[in-house]
């Protein structure tokens, strides 16, 4: 979409309006949304949620997910305002893109700026699931080598991490080939449906911990650091985890441009928003306090990878696996965004 605009306001041609009005038919519902919203958000980091709240202890653990589930939600409530331009009611503008709301309502330097930070996140994001992905298949073989040769066997496959992550790259070429956002609802179902697969896992197998040992473990102020300093950092490290848990507000745009209306498009969003971040929440809450009350200050970083269960065997196989196809999914489901950004030329444009 070529918009021309001055410092004041921007100045739409209707040829251009017509343009980007003749978009794919949208068909989504409000369940399609929820499935996006949820592929996007509950990752591999819901496991990490348990060592989180070990550092936050049971009061600042619990608050802070309520906390920043409320900002999510607040944000996404006022974000899904900003899909029709320049009225949030009759339009007639759709924003299909985070980069072309940023553009309109804030102007051209802020999205530069705003494209800068979003790279960087982006570029964090492809990181961390490539990284988590080959930690999940090196999980994998360690967990039926300590079946065959015992708890304390050394087995690493440190040195097979590469492979991992070439062949996640080749799986992601492959996927790459989805047209776009719109064909996407299949992968998001089958996403969601291996996120809540691997989350149920983990806190099955931490509650089952805590019958076995008919104990609580924890406390309200968390696990204890060697210094001041130190407990800050960890404090801080667990609201990062927290933080990076929920927001999906880069994609939020894109998801509402594929719901059908009427009802207004806004409307289905702001109620896919709320019952995603509900749901979300939940699975939060129980898999951090439920792995805190398991292991308490001894919790790992990860409940699956770390090894805080290492029986039923093919049970932790079988969720590593589900959190390795949640992420080939939600990978795609993130960088689908990219094409509306094309940044670069953004870049040269605005330096014309």
């Known amino acids: 979409m070529d918009i021309k605009e001055n410092n004041e306001s921007p100045v739409l041609r209707s040829t251009e309006l017509q343009l980007h009005d003749s978009v794919c038919a949208r068909t989504g519902t409000l369940w399609t949304a929820v499935a996006h919203i949820i592929t996007g958000v509950i990752g591999a980091g819901v496991l990490s949620l348990a060592w989180a709240t070990a550092k936050l202890g049971w009061i600042g653990g619990p608050a802070a997910l309520i906390g920043f589930a409320g900002v999510t939600l607040v944000s996404a409530f006022l974000l899904s305002d900003c899909y029709l331009f320049p009225d949030a009611v009759n339009g007639p503008l759709r924003l299909n893109s985070y980069s072309q709301a940023v553009k309109l309502y804030l102007g051209k330097t802020n999205q530069i700026v705003c494209g800068v930070f979003v790279y960087i996140s982006l570029v964090g994001v492809g990181v961390a699931y490539t990284i988590v992905t080959a930690t999940c298949i090196r999980a994998i073989f360690r967990s039926n080598c300590y079946h065959r040769k015992g708890?304390?066997?050394?087995?690493?496959?440190?040195?097979?991490?590469?492979y991992?992550?070439?062949?996640?790259?080749?799986?992601?070429?492959?996927?790459?080939?989805?047209?776009?956002?719109?064909?996407?609802?299949?992968?998001?179902?089958?996403?969601?449906?291996?996120?809540?697969?691997?989350?149920?896992?983990?806190?099955?197998?931490?509650?089952?911990?805590?019958?076995?040992?008919?104990q609580i473990?924890?406390?309200v102020k968390g696990s204890p650091a060697e210094n001041r300093g130190a407990k800050v950092w960890l404090l801080f490290q667990a609201l990062g985890n927290i933080a990076f848990s929920y927001p999906f507000s880069i994609i939020l745009l894109e998801i509402q441009d594929t719901l059908r209306s009427p009802p207004a498009e806004k409307q289905t969003m702001k109620k896919a928003s709320a019952a995603a971040v509900f749901i979300t929440?939940?699975?939060?809450l129980c898999c951090g306090c439920f792995g805190y009350a398991a292991f308490g200050d001894a919790t790992p970083g990860n409940l699956l990878t770390g090894f805080g269960f290492y029986e039923p065997f093919w049970l932790v196989d079988f969720a590593n696996a589900c959190?390795?196809?949640?992420?080939?999914?939600?990978y795609q489901v993130s960088y689908k965004l990219n094409h509306n950004f094309n940044f670069i030329r953004k870049l040269v444009n605005y330096s014309q």
């Open 217 to 219: 473990e924890g406390s």
């Open 151 to 162: 708890h304390n066997a050394t087995c690493s496959y440190g040195d097979k991490n590469n």
């Open 323 to 330: 959190i390795v196809l949640h992420l080939v999914g939600g």
């Open 281 to 284: 929440t939940f699975f939060y």
């Open 164 to 214: 991992f992550m070439l062949l996640f790259g080749v799986l992601q070429i492959f996927m790459s080939q989805i047209p776009n956002f719109h064909d996407m609802l299949w992968l998001s179902v089958v996403a969601a449906v291996m996120s809540f697969a691997y989350s149920s896992i983990g806190l099955g197998l931490a509650f089952g911990q805590i019958i076995e040992k008919r």
